[in-house]
């Protein structure tokens, strides 16, 4: 069949709606492979090249789950999949669930940091989850067989082993209180926590998130977003199986190479669109309209239902941009769709109720900050997004440190509870420990409530977000330490955010040599060290030994150290001329 002669899976169909209320991720599958509906892959320029339907998918799974059973692979194994936006995954991790393992999505090579970088990463990560396999595409096997093999983990081409013959057996039973995947991208790739969620935990979830969207017949699902990443795994993968939507894929690289095909493809939808993306992605599409060119002319965005923001600290003037930029083409300001959530929660926390759009209030920085605000500094205000309400059956509370709730509009630590919250982290009891306490979830967030809405205003925990992904610290504060001459505790890494608003990594490195010239060789390296391993470009700033300041216990101190450089207590040396 030729591309001209394919025709992607309906949006409607007369099979009832079910949302997500199924004991088992499997269970839901079954239901969907009743209709019509599915998944369709798209080229780089938009083109349908495979459309898959829920019942094709669910056969070969099941398929797959004989092969992997014959393989050896036995209930509450986890198996690793390398996590390609492809029919092939798809089938592979449903297989991995009816065969009673647990699959355990890995990224893809991103384009920095080469070859052995991405090794490492993935020797890291299965090392932590210790699967029986490791299932990968033909084009990765160099890269992933190495790490496989690092490990002393079986690699297998997934060409080879969804070519193999196996025979039809008796498939296990899952329980809804049985782990349905593990999940790595809210963690560190130097220091993984591999979070664990039950079918229950991930049902409810995709329930309350299709309650909180409203869903309605027409709506379809278009995304770029990779599926090692929660938003794009459950959001935009798992949730349309449950909620039975059909969805159209560009892959995560197509899209950073051509982003605007992403709204060709809502263009193209005569139904109405449903359609998520950090903010960088918004800006990307603004940045990449000619200011001669009318969107109109190219897009029809009309019918954007919803367009969701996620995964990072939404930026309202980029929001506004993208307004202006493609307006004339359709785009309700209306359709944003502002949202909160993280995979130790599954996903969703909180959705804004639909319509309401991006709302803002503004906050004085010293009450973000925690930084004295001093009778010599002027106030600045930020303008600090509208998350939207806890979705169904979840509740938030704001605490101090000590966890003491607070009041309306007191600025805290985010804490959540609901049946969606994760077991825990794999393997990990002392992590776990660290954020769940008798059924709440530390989020490592601050926020706080106004009128029954989530205001998220920073992190409270370590992580740094920058266009969409998660970096710890702790991975940058390794990388330099790996350079000669310096040691752990000499680095301390943590987000500042820029007059412009976006957020950036300043890195603290004590440095001991009085030398200038030698001091700037340092920044230079450690700037280039940092850029290869985590593909971003931070603020460097070399500083006086014994500076970095320490808790009681002795452990470095980020928070303090980010807090005394903002105030200006911590002075780098000058960089010289």
Known sequence: MTSATLTPTPSSDAQPRRFADFATLGDALDYAAQGTRGLNFHDARGTLVRPYPFRELRGDAIAAAYRLIAAGVAPGERVALVAE????????????VYAGAWPVPLPLPTSFG???????????QLTSCDPVMLIYPPELAE???????AVDTQGVDWADLLGRDAPAVDLPHADGEDIAYLQYSSGSTRFPHGVAITHHALLNNLAAHSHGMELIESDRCISWLPWYHDMGLVGC?????????????LKTEDFARRPLAWLDLISRNPGTS???????????????????????????LSRWRLAGNGADMIRPDVMQGFVDAFADAGFEATAFLPSY???????????????????????EETQLSGVPAGQDRPQRYRAIVNCGKPVRDMTVEIREEDGTPLPERAIGKVWCSGPSLMVGYFRDDAATEACLTDGWLDTGDMGYLSDGYIYIVGRAKDMIIVNGRNHWPQDIEW????????????????AITTPGGEETPAVLVQ????????RSRLRDEIRDRVRAVTGMNCVIELIPPRTLPRTSSGKLSRAKARNLYLSGEIKPYAVAA
């Open 341 to 363: 959530g993280l995979a130790e929660a599954t996903l969703a926390v909180s959705i804004m109720p639909p319509g309401e759009g991006i709302r803002v209030e503004l906050v």
């Open 143 to 149: 890269m992933a067989g190495a790490a496989a093999a």
């Open 511 to 518: 440095c001991r040599t009085s030398d200038d010239d030698e």
């Open 237 to 249: 993968f798992l949730s349309p199986v449950a909620n039975q939507v059909s969805v159209d894929y």
């Open 274 to 300: 449903i359609s998520y993306s950090p903010t960088f992605g918004y800006d990307i599409c603004s940045r990449r309209m000619s200011s001669q060119t009318k969107a109109a002319d190219r897009f029809d």
């Open 85 to 96: 936006t492809s029919a092939e995954f798809a089938a592979l991790f449903f297989g991995t």
């Open 114 to 124: 080469g070859k052995e970088s991405y090794i490492d990463q993935l020797r890291v």
């Open 479 to 494: 990388a330099v330490e790996q350079l000669p001459g310096f040691k752990q505790g000499d680095i301390a890494a943590f």
